[in-house]
């Protein structure tokens, strides 16, 4: 699998997701790539020891033109492309990765594989404490699948071109890649959706999730949603704090109780330095 992981100023929130899939979801890290860009040279300060503390594993991409450098990214002889963003969080494991690669290989009509959706997913909206329309699901084994047509509008279950961990056939994807303008992840992600009527009708997951994306701030502007409601923090503060030796531990992170797709948390934080 081809897993390319989107980040903006925000080095020590990629380090958790980096070390989230390779502590949860391991046997699907055939080769991923971070690409990535600050809006400054402290930030970029920040990607470098990011880059020198996961060059053995992962591949740094420099953002230059972004459209360009994902379409370069995503094609790939790997049968599976999946996007993360670097507030992503893959918060518990992955028992069963063989069963991701059958469904998508032998269910033409499947058209992603959800890891942030499960039956646990009850809300729509954190913030605004709006509850999710559940669709009729089918149940097999662990596996939810559903038709996402006809699930309620403009909700996480029918919205099957997330970037937030939806795993795609390559062949698909990248049919779109190329048909439109794009500049950054946020207008990746909104305007790749014309091409929803093109997509097979069916969307699955695991029966819980398995991805969690935590808003604690917000490093764009093409969409203004709400972030660092609850817990936020600057992106400024984390990568100072990310420079002079602090991270985000996630072993004290306190995931019990997950119920939307998108759900800030208490962000723990280790000096690394100090334990050295």
Partial sequence: MNIIIFSKDRACQCDLTLTSLFKNAKELCHNVSVLYTGSNERYFLGYNKLIEKWKKDVV???????KDDLISLAHTTFAFNCFFTDDDIIYRPIEDCEIIRSLLERSPEICTFSLRMGSNITIQDYHRNIPIVRPDITYYNDINIWKWR?????????????????IFRTEEINRFLDKFDYDNPNSFEGRIQQFNDKLPPLMCSFSKSVVVNTPINRVQETCTNLAGVQYGITPEYMNDLWIQGFSINLDKMNFSNIYGCHQELPIPLRNIINEN
């Fill in 60 to 66: 740094f991409v420099k953002q230059g033109i972004f």
């Fill in 150 to 166: 006809n699930a309620f509008p403009n909700t996480n279950y029918s919205y099957p071109l997330s970037v937030d961990g939806h």
